[in-house]
């Protein structure tokens, strides 16, 4: 059983920062695992915001993807040392405004499947991030 515990959200003002983290509870990521965030704001569906899918090939960082909305904002990585998937958020907007959720599948998805929530065995409970204007 995989259980994926979120951190770091909060409260900042546009153009701030905020880190989130994601830790795994009892197993280590894997190599092979893909690992994505998702958001979901008051009244709107889940959506799509980062994920890494590790190759062998890059065992330190992976295939990387973000919504073009966060892209050049949002940054994902491994922390390999915390065993952490981290998600830094650059250049905040009211509309970064969510439940930021974790996401993990104990395997290589397809790129088409990076996206699809469905995708994912395993959820973190969510944490929330609010930006003021």
């Known amino acids: 059983q995989v259980q994926l515990v979120e951190s770091g959200g909060g409260l900042a003002q546009a153009g701030g920062s905020l880190r989130l983290s994601c830790a795994t509870s009892?197993?280590?990521?894997?190599?092979?695992?893909?690992v994505g965030w998702f958001r979901q704001a008051p009244g709107k569906e889940r959506e799509f915001v980062s994920a890494?899918?590790?190759?062998?090939?890059?065992?330190?960082?992976?295939?990387?993807y973000y919504r073009n909305s966060v892209k050049r904002r949002f940054t994902i990585s491994r922390d390999n040392a915390k065993n952490t998937v981290d998600l830094q958020m650059n250049s905040l907007k009211p509309e970064d405004t969510a439940v930021y959720y974790c996401?993990?599948?104990?395997?290589?998805?397809?790129?088409?499947?990076?996206?699809?929530?469905?995708?994912?065995?395993?959820w973190g409970q969510g944490t929330q991030v609010t930006v003021s204007s």
């Open positions: 996401a993990a599948y104990t395997g290589r998805l397809i790129t088409s499947s990076v996206g699809d929530g469905d995708r994912y065995s395993y």
């Open positions: 890494i899918r590790w190759t062998a090939a890059n065992r330190s960082g992976g295939d990387l």
């Open positions: 009892g197993r280590t990521f894997s190599s092979s695992w893909s």
